[in-house]
């Protein structure tokens, strides 16, 4: 189970990078609380999770947005959850 995580993880992360080539991304001046965002979004309460890779901001590398990144099939779009850190 965790091998097809891990190649969801990837897959989607593919997926990521190609849509950020075709899209430019959403940048909003507050956070979309309870509001759906995509991987590449950013907004002024982006918080890096510690996987986080330093040259990329976006929703998907945020703490406050769920993409239910821990079960099998993660989400292509997510849900800002901020002021909740959903990972660390």
Not at 21 to 44: E, F, L, Q, T
Request: net charge positive; with cysteine.
């Amino acid at each position: 189970m965790r091998d097809r995580l891990e190649l969801s993880r990837k897959d989607l992360n593919t997926r990521r990078k190609e849509r950020f080539m075709d899209k430019k991304a959403n940048k909003y001046d507050i956070p979309k609380r309870d509001g759906s965002v995509w991987p590449d979004d950013i907004c002024p309460a982006y918080t890096p999770r510690e996987d986080a890779i330093p040259s990329i901001q976006g929703c998907w590398y945020c703490k406050y947005a769920d993409f239910h990144l821990k079960e099998e099939r993660a989400l292509e779009v997510g849900i800002c959850n901020w002021p909740k850190k959903i990972i660390d």
